[in-house]
């Protein structure tokens, strides 16, 4: 069966600081990766979305960035926070031509 | 630009009392309805996926139904477990993003024993 991880769970970092979580799907082979953010009283936002490794789409401009360089991780990098970027960030995969996406436990992260 | 809102925001239920919870959406041509269940401080949970009006899909005490404007998520007897944030997000068929999911915000339900 298809297992997803991230870490770390929890993370409180300064504005201004550099930001690195990482998302690893297990059971699958070439699955499209997402990344969301979850603000307090809003929806799930899609932030990055792959299909492939090196091929990423961004959906929302700002000062994160994601890569893929293996083909069942995804990570999600900031050069600097900002206290905005505060949520709870989720990573999420799916097949292609199955349209289910799958999400893992969530980092929350605090930006002071 | 595709819309999910969900109603209400909360709903608190006494263990047994049945009722629903509602999804509607605008979007550019449904490619799935999907319906998730969120516990606190934790990843969605999946629960269903709903294709074209008038169909419908069961799971214990859950059943959820979809026509060309909504989609509701029925809960029958429900029992303090089922307490939980209940999301709706919709997928358009149209366009170049055809991954995205659009969320709403939830219904928070709270079931009472």
């Known amino acids: 069966s298809q297992t997803i991880h991230q870490w770390p769970a929890t993370l409180v970092q300064p504005v201004g600081s550099p930001l690195s979580l990482e998302c690893t799907v297990e059971g699958t082979s070439n699955p499209n990766l997402y990344w969301y953010r979850q603000a307090a009283g809003r929806g799930l936002q899609l932030l990055f979305y792959s299909v492939g490794i090196g091929q990423i789409s961004s959906e929302v401009p700002q000062n994160l960035s994601a890569s893929r360089p293996q083909d069942r991780q995804f990570i999600l990098s900031s050069k600097k926070l900002l206290l905005s970027d505060s949520g709870f960030y989720l990573c999420?995969?799916?097949?292609?031509?199955?349209?289910?996406?799958?999400f893992g436990p969530g980092t929350r992260l605090t930006v002071l | 630009e595709d819309q999910v809102t969900q109603s209400p925001e909360a709903l608190r239920l006494q263990e047994g009392e049945s009722s629903s919870l509602n999804c509607s959406y605008t979007v550019s041509g449904l490619r799935g309805l999907f319906w998730y269940r969120q516990d606190p401080g934790k990843g969605p949970e999946f629960l269903f996926t709903?294709?074209?009006a008038g169909e419908e899909k069961e799971k214990e005490r859950l059943k959820a139904t979809l026509t060309k404007k909504e989609s509701f998520l029925h809960i029958t007897a429900p029992k303090p477990e089922d307490s939980a944030t209940y999301l709706c997000?919709?997928?358009?068929?149209?366009?170049?993003?055809?991954?995205?999911?659009?969320f709403g915000k939830g219904t928070l339900l709270t079931v009472n024993p």
């Open positions: 997000a919709v997928q358009a068929s149209s366009g170049g993003s055809n991954y995205k999911l659009t």
């Open positions: 999420a995969w799916g097949t292609s031509g199955v349209d289910t996406q799958y």
């Open positions: 709903l294709y074209s």
